[in-house]
């Protein structure tokens, strides 16, 4: 079964600074990889997603990842953050042949005045 | 608004008692989802509907626990006789379509305190 790592557990970055959160993932294909996000008291609201194609991709909020699959990793990107994106992250894999999708632990983002 | 719904948003038991949640998807989709969140941790998948049919089960979801989505429309998930490890976000997500790539659109979750 697939499974995902989020190595880090609370990032602090400053507003305007450029953030990169994590993401690994193990799954002998082609997985389909999910961003998602958290705000408090809020429901996931999917970002990005991966499933075949250009490995670059784009999302919503200025957001993108990039599939690399020498390194099994799923990286979110953005270039300035902004204080409303304070909130939890969590990446996710899915596959073809089930559907049960993992999710990592999710990473805290804080976000310095 | 026509997001994914749940009630009650809070529910507060003691140990042994049985509880029920309720879950309202987006009104097309034929797709729906139980997930659990313990604090720290990502939500855990437990189990999802076809239509009106259970078609995957986690080994997470003991005999304690059930659901149900009698027509196809909103879901219950049942637990029997609480225990304190059972507390927990409980979250539920519907998609249109048949293949697990297709975006979950999730409920705000109901919090469960098992005293």
């Known amino acids: 079964a697939q499974s995902v790592t989020q190595p880090d557990i609370h990032i602090t970055v400053s507003e305007g600074a450029s953030l990169e959160l994590r993401c690994n993932y193990s799954?002998?294909?082609?997985?389909?990889l999910f961003w998602y996000v958290q705000s408090p008291g809020q429901g996931l609201q999917l970002l990005l997603k991966?499933?075949?194609?250009?490995?670059l991709v784009q999302g919503i909020k200025g957001f993108e990842a990039e599939f690399k699959r020498s390194q099994s990793s799923f990286n979110l990107r953005k270039p300035s953050v902004h204080w409303s994106d304070a909130a939890e992250y969590f990446c996710a894999v899915g596959a073809p042949n089930n559907n049960d999708m993992r999710f990592g632990a999710g990473t805290r983002l804080t976000v310095k005045p | 608004d026509t997001g994914v719904s749940q009630n009650p948003r809070h529910k507060i038991t003691k140990r042994g008692q049985n509880v029920t949640f309720r879950c309202d998807p987006i009104?097309?989709?034929?797709?729906l989802y139980w997930y659990r969140q313990t604090l720290g941790q990502g939500p855990e998948f437990l189990t999802y509907f076809q239509n009106e049919a259970q078609l995957e089960k986690s080994r997470l979801l003991s005999d304690r626990f059930s659901a149900e989505r009698p027509k196809g429309s909103f879901s219950t998930l049942e637990i029997q006789r609480t225990e304190q490890g059972d507390s927990a976000m409980y979250l539920c997500a519907s998609s249109l379509g048949r293949g697990s790539y297709n975006e979950q659109f999730f409920g705000p979750g109901t919090r469960l305190t098992v005293l």
């Open positions: 991966y499933f075949s194609g250009d490995t």
């Open positions: 009104s097309e989709h034929n797709r």
């Open positions: 799954y002998g294909a082609t997985p389909y």
